[in-house]
């Protein structure tokens, strides 16, 4: 569908800009969707726009900054199926570092019933990088998006972080996660604030989609805004055969509002609070809730998937050190972890969108249901009861 000049001000709103100011607003990035075999460069170039991401996997497109008199050709281009304003994307939390220590296992991994097993799957981490070094992970391979640095290594510790959750090996030292050992890919898209434009976003999301024959697991731990063109982006790369798994939010707000969590086609997770490990509602409380519940900062809503662990979980970090953060991010790669542990087990790549829809549809019919009394979990703040991860029965 087409989007013309009346639909797009409705979009921007009048936080961004309105032709009625008296003074000249300047120019704003845009993200901008073209038709299937249209070329990027030649539209930007007809227009005069000097792009600072092209897209020709996950979508067809630029983003670039444009002037309003542009912006207005722009809208009644043929070419031109989408624009929408560049928004940021974040990764927030407060870490304590610590040294590595002799190998545990984490309660969040022990609660999820992911004993360790060896898994041969590539796991894509767009986020703020991983330490490419970590003597606990098994990263193969690294790229970064964000300007002024020159490779994926991670300069905030939040995508390693994650990536310890989903795949920290199996070496006596340090974590295990819940797909011990399975290949990372370190997706730079954040800077060292943990904050990035979608424009920047969608370049990792084109990159998976362009390596989709290897990678079959994404893990997004960030959100902001709702973007059009970032849910497309990850629409086109899942019918490549990669399984998308991101963050619900820590708002303690609606997720449907927020990209990409709001987008059909991911497993949308939030977080619960788990101390011992196991069900019970016997672990100690803490400053997010009591354990075995929904932790208070999560997001919560119709687009949520399933629930994993989310507070206080002791993960890898920068530095070649470990962390404990809590947030929906790091809820996320435990389902990442899930899946990669699921396809392995099962010697099984998706390549289409209806295979990761069968995929992501096991995950949660495995899952434990919210209800049970011996290990489900209370204090969901809505009527979509979703599951709590579970890959014991893998």
């Known amino acids: 569908m087409r989007f013309g000049r009346h639909a797009f001000g409705i979009l921007l709103g009048l936080c961004l800009f309105s032709s009625t100011f008296a003074q000249p607003q300047p ?13 990027p460069g030649q539209v930007a170039g007809r227009h005069g726009i000097a792009t600072d991401h092209v897209y020709q996997h996950a979508l067809n497109g630029f983003a670039g900054v444009i002037p309003e008199p542009v912006l207005n050709r722009m809208l009644v281009d043929p070419d031109v199926i989408w624009i929408e304003p560049d928004q940021m994307a974040f990764a927030v939390a407060r870490p304590t570092k610590t040294p590595p220590p002799p190998q545990v ?51 905030n510790g939040h995508g390693t972080h994650c990536a310890g959750i989903a795949a920290a090996m199996d070496n006596d030292i340090g974590v295990i996660g819940v797909a011990p050992g399975a290949r990372l890919w370190a997706v730079k898209v954040l800077d060292r604030n943990g904050s990035g434009a979608y424009s920047t976003v969608i370049s990792g999301v084109d990159y998976v989609a362009a390596n989709a024959a290897d990678i079959s697991v994404a893990n997004m731990s960030l959100g902001g805004p709702n973007s059009v063109a970032l849910n497309t982006a990850i629409a086109n790369a899942v019918a490549k055969g990669v399984v998308f798994v991101v963050a619900a939010g820590n708002s303690g707000a609606n997720a449907g509002s927020s990209s990409p969590a709001n987008s059909p086609d991911v497993l949308c997770v939030s977080a619960i609070v788990d101390t011992d490990g196991q069900g019970g509602h016997l672990g100690t409380g803490t400053s997010y809730g009591a354990d075995d519940t929904f932790a208070s900062f999560s997001n919560y809503g119709e687009v949520v998937d399933i629930a994993a662990p989310g507070v206080n979980v002791y993960s890898t970090y920068k530095g070649n050190s470990y962390a404990t953060l809590s947030g929906t991010s790091m809820a996320s790669p435990h389902v990442a972890g899930a899946v990669a542990r699921y396809l392995s087990i099962h010697n099984f790549k998706p390549e289409d969108s209806a295979a ?35 890959v014991s029965s893998y």
């Open 105 to 155: 296992t984490p309660p969040g991994i022990a609660r999820v019933g992911a004993i360790p097993l060896a898994v041969d799957v590539d796991i894509a981490i767009i986020d703020t990088g991983i330490d490419l070094t970590h003597s606990d992970l098994n990263v193969v391979s690294d790229v970064s998006f964000v300007s002024r640095t020159r490779s994926g290594n991670d300069d």
């Open 356 to 390: 990761v829809d069968l995929v992501r549809a096991m995950i949660i019919s495995l899952a434990t249901l919210q209800s049970s009394t011996t290990e489900g979990f209370t204090g969901d703040r809505d009527a979509f009861a979703e599951p709590l991860l579970n």
């Open 27 to 39: 120019p704003a990035s845009y993200i901008v969707m073209l038709r299937p075999g249209v070329q």
